[in-house]
Structures are given as C-alpha cells and as structure tokens.
C-alpha cells in the first residue's frame, strides 16, 4: 500500500485535571490534529544547549558551539552545561530549572541536547509546556532524548529533531572523517528545512515495501520504559524506526516483546530498524537468536515493509531525522530509501 496517514494521537487515560493544565495537555480523550511543525531556522536564529540527562563540560561543547556559530546561528549555552551531580548534568532540579528557560524563552528556535545518558525520565513529568505549545521549536537529540521525543509526539503532535548531540562532533572539522561530516550536516539540513534522503544497504532479512507514515520512534529501551505512561507512543499507522546499545541479545528479545504485547508492532506503516551494538552473551548463556531473528520473529504475521541496517543509532553513520513529519519508506532486496515529502 502506498497511502499518508493523518491519524489523531489519542493522549494516555488516567491524567488528572491539574496535571493537564499545567502541562497544556489536551483532555482525557481529546484527539490532536495534524502535527505542527516548528519554524525552520535561518541565519540569525538562536540555537539553546542544555544538559537535561547526562554530564556535559563546558570545553567539550565547544567544537560544537563554534560550528553551530559558523553555520549562521546565536548559540546560547544552559546553566546545566559544566554542572555535575554524579552522573547527570546537575541536579533534578537544576536540569529541570535549565530546561524549562530553554523551553519559555521566546528568543530560543531550537534546543540541542549536549548528551544523553540518562535523566530525562526523572524530570519530564514536572516540565511546563504551555509556552512551548504556543511557539513550538525543535528539540534536538537523541538516546535518553528518546523520552522527549516520544512526550512531545505524544501529547502535542510537535515534530521534532532525532539526532546526533554535541558530544559527537569532530574537535576539528577539518580532519573529521567523511561520515562524521555528513551526519553533522544532516542536522543542519532538518533544521533548515531542506529534503532529507537516506540509503540504507541490502539486507536479506528486509522485508519490501512502500509505504508512506509518520515517522516516530528512537532507541528501543526507552520506547519500550514508556508503555503505560503519558509518554507512551502510539505507532498505529506510522513508521516506527528503532535502535539501541549496550544491550544482550536476550534483552532485546524482552523488549521486542514488550512491544508487541503493547500492540506498538501491530499496525504499522512500516519499520525500520537502526544500529543494534550487542553485548557478547556470556559463556554458556548464549542466546541463538540475532537481531533479525528477533524482529522477524515478532513481526511475521504482519505484511509491512521492514528495513535493516538503516543508519541511525549509537553509531557514526547516525543521520538526522524529523520525527513526527510524512515520510516515504521504499525497501527492497536490494536496499531501501528513507526520504521526506
């Protein structure tokens, strides 16, 4: 089938009143339209950085900045970049505190995540987002950002940015590899509003198809951590892209599960999955299943395309992606295409 699906995102039940006002939700059974879609930057635009998950300094943000600069664009560095509280960039409150000026400031067009790691789940239940629903920007990142990019789809159909973080750009541009080049790029690009296009290489498992959808989704653990929650995705009709890392084979098999026990594998568009870094099994535990095996396993009964090998995840060929906009998926054999329209 080859179809564009507009389907209304239903907000999770079980969300008190004054929860909903002060977040701006919509109420318990209200459906959200279409999603809206932040303006596209331009030069002269203001690009905030904030540390809402893990640590991030000062000095290794700054090849960052200092491309972003070059690129046209304000930077305005968060108070919770340098801070450190053990493993995350500050306190719960102060990367709460930090977070929520990025999200109000009216002067801000777009919020880079310096890392991942982990944190977000522990403060997006107490973030305000009347302001950021009455001038929607584009949040950037991704891992750990998962957690915002699954809220903000959910509950405000705002798209937003999946991408690599300031932790992953070259010390010097002039020597970075080709791939670091293009991957950086590419969050430029979402940015700016340009037609993003990516080839991912054959892979036998693929399962061929062209179908059109939204796209959502991120790493796999916290698409997964967020069933039950006002978090949680909805995926019907759209296409869900999925990667991880750091994860036994078993694990995986675990969460793929989850999801098709959450009806989240059900009736999608289509599925892509990303870069899967696996941790060895330990001796005598072995697993006997792959990445593949585990997918095709919990997907059989359903007819959409599935791509492999698409290059998106804790890797270097890790492109920017706009979640939440119309995409095409074209998977064949022979390779598949990821494109916007």
Not at 45 to 73: H, K, N, R, Y
Not at 129 to 139: A, C, D, E, L, T
Not at 332 to 341: N, Q
Request: proline share 5%; aromatic share 10%.
């Amino acid at each position: 089938m080859n179809r564009k699906y507009f389907i209304s995102s239903v907000v999770a039940a079980g969300v008190g009143l004054s929860t909903l006002e002060a977040l701006a939700l919509p109420a318990k059974g209200e459906k959200i339209g279409r999603h809206k879609i932040p303006p596209f930057l331009k030069s002269g635009d203001c690009i905030g950085i904030s540390s809402p998950a893990g640590f991030m300094s000062l000095e290794a943000i700054t090849p960052a900045v200092q491309l972003m600069e070059s690129w046209g664009f304000k930077v305005l560095i968060g108070t919770t970049v340098g801070k450190r509280d053990f493993t995350y960039g500050g306190t719960d409150e102060e990367r709460l505190a930090d977070f929520q000026q990025m999200l109000d400031n009216p002067d801000i067009k777009a919020v880079m995540c310096a890392r991942g790691g982990y944190g977000l789940v522990r403060i997006i239940d107490r973030l305000n987002f009347k302001h950021f629903v009455n001038r929607p920007k584009w949040i950037i990142g991704f891992s750990d950002v998962t957690v915002l990019h699954c809220h903000i789809n959910q509950n405000f159909g705002i798209a937003s940015v999946h991408s690599k973080m300031c932790n992953s750009f070259p010390d010097d541009w002039a020597t970075a590899e080709p791939i670091q080049v293009s991957t950086i790029l590419s969050i430029k690009q979402a940015l700016m509003g340009e037609e993003l296009r990516y080839p991912a290489p054959a892979a036998l498992a693929n399962r061929a198809g062209r179908v059109e959808g939204k796209l959502v989704g991120g790493n796999l653990s916290i698409v997964a951590n967020l069933a039950g929650t006002p978090s949680d995705l909805v995926t019907k009709h759209k296409i869900l892209f999925l990667e991880d890392t750091g994860e036994y084979l078993y694990n995986i098999d675990r969460m793929f599960w989850n999801l098709k026990r959450t009806g989240k594998l059900t009736k999608l568009a289509g599925l892509i999955i990303g870069g899967f870094k696996v941790k060895p099994d330990d001796p005598g535990e072995e697993f006997g299943k792959t990445v593949y095996q585990i997918v095709m396993e919990k997907v059989k009964d359903y007819d959409y395309p599935v791509c492999f090998d698409f290059p998106v995840g804790h890797q270097r060929n890790n492109f920017a992606l706009r979640c939440g906009m119309p995409h095409l998926l074209d998977v064949s054999l022979d390779g598949s295409t990821l494109s916007t329209i």
